[in-house]
């Protein structure tokens, strides 16, 4: 299973950016599919989460509003739209995969329940 993240970039306060991740390996549409964020010095993060069987999402509130998180199944896809970004927002950001999302909790935020991460991109917001 491979996870890539890309899109990450240094961006002025108030811009967006987009995320992908592209994953290989795995049943895209069976698992939940996260996105964390960890900044220097920083525990690793929730950002955002969907499962896709039920079109369930999930965000954190410092995030809630700004990101959106959304997918293509055809292309084994995930995205997260990052819109109104601050520089509280700069972090490396990770996507991540839940394989037993059809019997897990929901939302399934912790980092721990995720088997499989990408290899990060970093964003930068200026002031």
């Known amino acids: 299973v491979q996870l890539q993240a890309s899109g990450g970039g240094l961006v002025q306060a108030g811009g967006s950016l987009r995320l992908s991740c592209v994953a290989s390996g795995l049943t895209f549409s069976r698992y939940n599919m996260g996105w964390f964020r960890q900044a220097p010095g920083k525990e690793r993060e929730f950002v955002a989460v969907?499962?896709?069987?039920?079109?369930?999402?999930f965000y954190s509130d410092s995030v809630n509003g700004r990101f959106t998180i959304s997918g293509d199944s055809t292309k084994n896809a995930m995205y997260l739209q990052m819109n109104g970004l601050k520089p509280e927002d700069t972090a490396v950001y990770y996507c991540?995969?839940?394989?037993?999302?059809?019997?897990?909790?929901?939302?399934?935020?912790?980092?721990?329940?995720?088997?499989?991460w990408g290899q990060g991109t970093q964003v930068t917001v200026s002031s």
């Open positions: 969907v499962n896709w069987t039920t079109g369930r999402t």
């Open positions: 991540a995969a839940d394989p037993k999302s059809s019997i897990r909790a929901w939302p399934p935020t912790h980092p721990d329940v995720y088997n499989y």
